[in-house]
């Protein structure tokens, strides 16, 4: 019995820490060539290279993640048509059978707005334990950490020590930063700025902050270039850097070193994980159009999209399997 709780208990608790040691870095994991968490410029998107199955990828799981890519991947090719030609009648605002960058760039935002409420619907009943639609800090806690803060002795010797006694004070001060009104309580919306710090302006600095311990391994205060690139690569023993790595050192010394002093501040990493000239969302349909624009007229016609379908099916704006079904007027 005490071993089946302690299972389920690490399984919440784990589960929901790694939603929270993934959330902050949703800003920092827009793909560049491996695991970096460098956002692609917008200039990037007219020089990638033809597409084929494997780099649609960026596409398909640019905003939703693996696990709502899947979603046309059940469908025939013709199926995958007939629900991409639905969606864009909707996604052509102003019905003139045209669909522009702003266009696409708004029902992208649409759908990721949606989908981050949606991921904070389907966990919020395992922590609103008295179900009076808010959550507490004490109900989040003993939800999360309720096992581990009960069993002390059975952690001692274990990683889960290591990782729950980090993990919570660190929870804490991310759930004191959402609740702006300091009642020790999240609304949904607060509950989301918790989950999701990323999308929340008054999030963005614990979002730094836990970005720097995450990478500072000496702990003393800075990335320097060997932290930032163990971040995104692991060396194996006297294996040579490949070449992105060596591309990935340079970009640390000529854009990310601001003030050329070999490592990272605070203010860098903000520059570097939080660009504030840079709308993920324009830039994933810019390249859409850029892709499917045949006759380079800067918009796209129902036909230039569906001749493209493949890119299409797995993107944000198009992804999104109970986008059908729902009812609209929520987005």
Same mark, same amino acid.
């Given at each position: 019995?005490?071993?089946?709780?302690?299972?389920?208990?690490?399984?919440?608790?784990?589960?929901?820490?790694?939603?929270?040691?993934?959330?902050?870095?949703?800003?920092?994991?827009?793909?560049?060539?491996?695991?970096?968490?460098?956002?692609?410029?917008?200039? @990037?998107?007219?020089?990638?290279?033809?597409?084929?199955?494997?780099?649609?990828?960026?596409?398909?799981?640019?905003?939703?993640?693996?696990?709502?890519?899947?979603?046309?991947?059940?469908?025939?090719?013709?199926?995958?048509?007939?629900?991409?030609?639905?969606?864009?009648?909707?996604?052509?605002?102003?019905?003139?059978?045209?669909?522009?960058?702003?266009?696409?760039?708004?029902?992208?935002?649409?759908?990721?707005?949606?989908?981050?409420?949606?991921?904070?619907?389907?966990?919020?009943?395992?922590?609103?334990?008295?179900?009076?639609?808010?959550?507490?800090?004490? @109900?989040?806690?003993?939800?999360?950490?309720?096992?581990?803060?009960?069993?002390?002795?059975?952690?001692?010797?274990?990683?889960?020590?290591?990782?729950?006694?980090?993990?919570?004070?660190?929870?804490?001060?991310?759930?004191?930063?959402?609740?702006?009104?300091?009642?020790?309580?999240?609304?949904?919306? @607060?509950?989301?700025?918790?989950?999701?710090?990323?999308?929340?302006?008054?999030?963005?600095?614990?979002?730094?902050?836990?970005?720097?311990?995450?990478?500072?391994?000496?702990?003393?205060?800075?990335?320097?270039?060997?932290?930032?690139?163990?971040?995104?690569?692991?060396? @194996?023993?006297?294996?040579?850097?490949?070449?992105?790595?060596?591309?990935?050192?340079?970009?640390?010394?000529?854009?990310?070193?601001?003030?050329?002093?070999?490592?990272?501040?605070?203010?860098?990493?903000?520059?570097?994980?939080?660009?504030?000239?840079?709308?993920?969302?324009?830039?994933?349909?810019?390249?859409?159009?850029?892709?499917?624009?045949?006759?380079?007229?800067?918009?796209?016609?129902?036909?230039?999209?569906?001749?493209?379908?493949?890119?299409?099916?797995?993107?944000?704006?198009?992804?999104?399997?109970?986008?059908?079904?729902?009812?609209?007027?929520?987005?």
């Amino acid at each position: 019995m005490a071993r089946g709780g302690r299972d389920r208990a690490l399984g919440l608790a784990l589960g929901l820490l790694l939603a929270l040691a993934l959330a902050p870095r949703a800003l920092r994991a827009k793909p560049t060539v491996r695991k970096e968490r460098v956002v692609r410029p917008d200039s @990037e998107l007219g020089e990638r290279p033809p597409e084929d199955n494997q780099s649609f990828q960026y596409d398909h799981e640019a905003f939703l993640g693996k696990e709502d890519s899947k979603t046309f991947d059940q469908l025939t090719s013709e199926e995958s048509k007939e629900r991409l030609g639905k969606i864009v009648d909707r996604i052509d605002s102003d019905g003139d059978s045209f669909v522009t960058t702003e266009e696409l760039k708004t029902w992208i935002k649409r759908v990721q707005k949606r989908y981050i409420y949606d991921n904070v619907a389907k966990v919020w009943k395992d922590y609103d334990r008295d179900k009076d639609d808010k959550i507490s800090w004490e @109900e989040y806690k003993q939800a999360t950490y309720g096992y581990y803060l009960g069993n002390p002795a059975e952690f001692q010797d274990s990683l889960d020590h290591h990782t729950f006694k980090k993990m919570l004070p660190r929870d804490e001060r991310r759930f004191k930063a959402a609740d702006l009104d300091g009642d020790q309580t999240a609304t949904r919306e @607060e509950f989301t700025a918790f989950l999701h710090p990323e999308e929340f302006e008054h999030m963005k600095e614990i979002v730094v902050l836990e970005t720097l311990e995450d990478i500072d391994k000496n702990g003393d205060g800075f990335v320097d270039q060997d932290e930032y690139i163990a971040d995104m690569f692991s060396h @194996e023993e006297n294996g040579p850097e490949p070449d992105w790595v060596l591309s990935e050192r340079e970009q640390f010394n000529e854009f990310r070193d601001l003030n050329k002093d070999g490592k990272l501040d605070k203010d860098e990493i903000r520059h570097w994980i939080l660009p504030q000239d840079y709308d993920h969302a324009q830039a994933e349909a810019r390249h859409l159009v850029y892709e499917s624009d045949k006759n380079k007229d800067e918009k796209l016609t129902k036909e230039e999209i569906l001749e493209n379908w493949n890119m299409f099916v797995g993107s944000q704006a198009t992804n999104y399997g109970e986008d059908l079904t729902k009812n609209h007027d929520e987005l």
